[in-house]
């Protein structure tokens, strides 16, 4: 294959302009959802942060080992606690 030959688009995106139609439309139904939306999510807000927090537990204390202690039974004494 030449440099010169060029083969066709194909798909959705077949054209420049076709592409710019498309995301127009997207644009405007965007903005209208959210325009339209803002206050039913407003009024769901507090109740999805009460929702992440499980999740935040889950993954946030993944690096601490379940909480069983096994991250004590590598240290042979205990820390002194500040004596010199």
């Known amino acids: 294959m030449n440099m010169q030959e060029q083969s066709p688009r194909s798909g959705w995106f077949q ?3 076709t ?3 498309l ?7 965007a903005f209208f959802l959210i325009t339209e ?6 009024g769901v807000l507090p109740f999805l942060i009460f929702l992440l927090c499980p999740l935040m537990m889950l993954f946030m204390h993944g690096g601490h080992d379940g909480h069983n202690g096994s991250a004590n039974q590598n240290q042979e004494q205990p820390p002194e606690g500040g004596k010199q």
Do not use: C, Q
Request: glycine share 10%.
């Open 15 to 17: 054209s420049k302009r």
């Open 19 to 21: 592409t710019l139609i």
């Open 23 to 29: 995301l127009g439309f997207v644009a405007v139904g």
């Open 37 to 42: 939306h803002t206050a039913h999510f407003l």
